[in-house]
């Protein structure tokens, strides 16, 4: 199974949205709703932000925010703040067997 | 506040062996899937393994690399997880973080991992 495509780097201004986009196919993320999204920073736990494509674990910001069109998931950050630097990866559910597909990596960046 | 904890980490040469412990908390252990996810250096994360539980037999699953050279095991009363690595390549040098599936096809909680270093 591939890994999901996702943007090396993304960059924003304090105040801005930023959009991260993750790219699959049939089988992980255009063929079910499994979707989620991790935020890391190097040395600690990642953290979970979005799961279900859009839904919100609770204490997770109502600016981190979910969608997804066929094979392509997207994860929009409104409202840039500079604690919202760190690595950002995707998730999806494949089967039973294969289980989890990651993306590659975003690393995003508050100007 | 659920917490995982892994251990176990180091430098091993290439063929040899380590076992990783991951020590969970705040929650009922029992209940659970549990896997590893690991992040090769400069890389992204890939799922290694998952351990069932016990009403699904304690069955595991594995990803293709790690296949007949990976062993995931549970000891559902000492709350842990672990993963025996054998044969290990100088590409099984990552992070390996153990994690909690949630029951719902995602994974919620994750540790801060244990560094593995395979080279000679």
């Known amino acids: 199974q591939s890994a999901l495509t996702q943007p090396a780097s993304v960059s924003g201004s304090p105040g801005q949205s930023i959009t991260i986009s993750c790219t699959g196919s049939s089988s992980d993320v255009g063929g079910q709703n499994y979707v989620s999204w991790y935020q890391y920073h190097p040395g600690k736990a990642p953290k979970l932000m979005l799961y279900g494509v859009s839904n919100r674990p609770s204490g997770v910001p109502d600016r981190f925010s979910g969608s997804k069109s066929g094979s392509t998931a997207s994860l929009t950050i409104s409202g840039l703040q500079a604690e919202d630097e760190a690595d950002y990866y995707c998730n999806s559910y494949v089967n039973s067997s294969t289980l989890w597909v990651f993306g590659g990596g975003t690393k995003v960046t508050v100007l | 506040e659920v917490r995982l904890v892994e251990t176990g980490g180091g430098l091993v040469q290439p063929g040899g062996s380590l076992r990783l412990s991951c020590a969970a908390s705040g929650f009922t252990f029992s209940d659970h899937f549990m896997d590893w996810v690991r992040q090769a250096p400069g890389k992204g994360l890939e799922w290694v393994g998952r351990?069932?539980?016990?009403?699904?037999?304690?069955?595991?699953e594995y990803s293709a690399s790690v296949k007949g050279r990976f062993i995931i095991s549970r000891d559902d009363s000492k709350n842990s997880l672990y993963l025996q690595m054998n044969s290990l390549k100088t590409e099984d040098t990552a992070i390996y973080f153990c994690?909690?599936?949630?029951?719902?096809?995602?994974?919620?909680?994750w540790g801060q991992g244990t560094l593995v270093t395979v080279s000679s």
């Open positions: 351990a069932r539980n016990k009403a699904s037999s304690f069955s595991t």
């Open positions: 994690t909690r599936d949630s029951r719902s096809h995602y994974i919620d909680y």
